[in-house]
């Protein structure tokens, strides 16, 4: 089962809880991040759905980066970043700081882009649809313009 419009949380409950689907299964499996915030859980508990929440796994930051790393970020030898997540852009910030301004900020969706705004970073890029293959589309277009079809004179 896909959201068929926001791909999200909400989007999720909302396409959960449509009476085609409603209307089947009333129990369902949530495995979950600790950093995931409620509202699949509770927005099917409202809707009746016998709800197993489990916290499947743990976010934690990732080892510092090397040195190398850490050069070309400051230095502005990396074009562009993907955050796909708010806990990315805060593990972000703290191991390698804020971006440089020649970097191109691309954020998955609404939470991430609130989040990056929150610790101050300018958001470039947010896909219409948050997904992996929309974040890399973007980017892509906000880099390389699709070339318009112009007729010979």
């Given at each position: 089962l896909l959201?068929?419009?926001e791909r999200s949380a909400a989007g999720l409950v909302a396409a959960m809880t449509e009476p085609s689907v409603a209307g089947g299964a009333r129990r369902v499996l949530v495995p979950r991040s600790d950093l995931a915030e409620p509202t699949v859980v509770d927005g099917l508990r409202a809707a009746g759905w016998g709800v197993d929440d489990v916290v499947a796994y743990r976010t934690v930051p990732g080892p510092a980066p090397d040195d190398a790393v850490r050069t070309a970020w400051r230095s502005g030898a990396v074009h562009a970043v993907l955050l796909s997540s708010a806990s990315t852009v805060?593990?972000?910030v703290d191991l390698?700081?804020?971006p440089p301004s020649s970097v191109v900020v691309c954020c998955i969706g609404t939470r991430t882009?609130?989040?990056a705004r929150d610790l101050?970073?300018?958001v470039d890029?947010?896909?219409a649809a948050a997904s992996a293959?929309?974040?890399?589309?973007a980017l892509a277009s906000s880099v390389h313009p699709p070339l318009t079809h112009r007729s010979p004179l």
């Open positions: 959201p068929s419009g805060r593990n972000l390698l700081g804020p882009t609130a989040a101050g970073l300018r890029v947010v896909p293959e929309e974040l890399v589309d």
